[in-house]
């Protein structure tokens, strides 16, 4: 289930909105101000953002332009602000697409699923990513060795996942730590080190030794 934050002043609203978009099975979150958002960016990981303009704190641009220093995370504007130097701005800040209020929910929701599929190939079938002797289900969010389910915990998933999504690619550690722990986790990079060994305990035939994934010098990490 992937999980939204929508950031919007306007409560009534953004109920309706949160309504919608958990009737079609995605996780959605709240917040009304920069600081609420900026509190809730920080402890958990969202797969979509859904901002408006005018915040009783500061505006959707500082949001967007701050998240775009740590994070690739999706974004939409949805604004009664629609003037093209808004539109500009916007799109300057990092924003992925621009829908302008009053729109309609339908609409909203075409451009989330779209949204979702450009970045995640949502509603494509299960892709799977093998390396030696491992298999990994991204869709099931299931992987084996040998034939045999091995278990990981949430976060060595999500990890692992994203070196999947983006194999042979070295990916730096804070890269690393925005996209599984959140664009402003607290998170450091020993928390990374940890999981990273974890993983090549479970999946690795040499831990010491890894042939899959590989840490590569005063960069981060890839997935060989």
């Known amino acids: 289930m992937k999980r939204i934050l929508i950031v919007d002043d306007d409560r009534a609203l953004s109920d309706i909105m949160r309504d919608m978009l958990e009737n079609y099975e995605y996780e959605v979150e709240q917040a ?3 600081d609420e958002a900026f509190t809730l960016l920080t402890d958990k990981k ?3 953002v859904l901002l408006d303009i005018n915040l009783p704190d500061g505006t959707g641009f500082d949001v967007c ?3 775009r220093r740590v994070s690739d995370v999706p ?3 949805a604004s009664a602000r629609t003037s093209l130097d808004d539109k500009v701005t916007g799109f300057e800040a990092g924003a992925d697409d621009y829908l ?3 729109y309609s929910l339908k609409e909203l929701l075409v451009r989330v699923n779209a949204l979702m599929r450009r970045t995640y190939g949502m509603g ?3 892709e799977q990513v093998s390396f030696g002797n491992v298999c990994v289900n991204l869709s099931a969010r299931s992987v084996t060795k040998d034939g045999k389910p091995v278990n990981l915990s949430l976060k060595e998933f999500d990890l692992l996942a994203y070196l999947c999504r983006n194999r042979g690619v070295a990916i730096e550690k804070d890269k690393l730590l925005s996209e599984v722990w959140g664009a402003f986790s607290e998170v450091d990079t020993s928390t990374l080190t ?9 999946l690795e035939d040499t831990p010491s ?3 899959h994934i590989k840490t590569v010098f005063k960069v981060g990490y890839m997935l060989e």
């Open 46 to 48: 969202y797969d979509m």
């Open 124 to 126: 494509e079938k299960d």
């Open 209 to 211: 030794k890894p042939e």
């Open 100 to 102: 302008p209020k009053p």
């Open 75 to 77: 974004v939409i504007f």
């Open 32 to 34: 009304g101000s920069v």
């Open 194 to 202: 940890v999981h990273i060994r974890w993983l090549r305990e479970k």
């Open 65 to 67: 332009s701050e998240l």
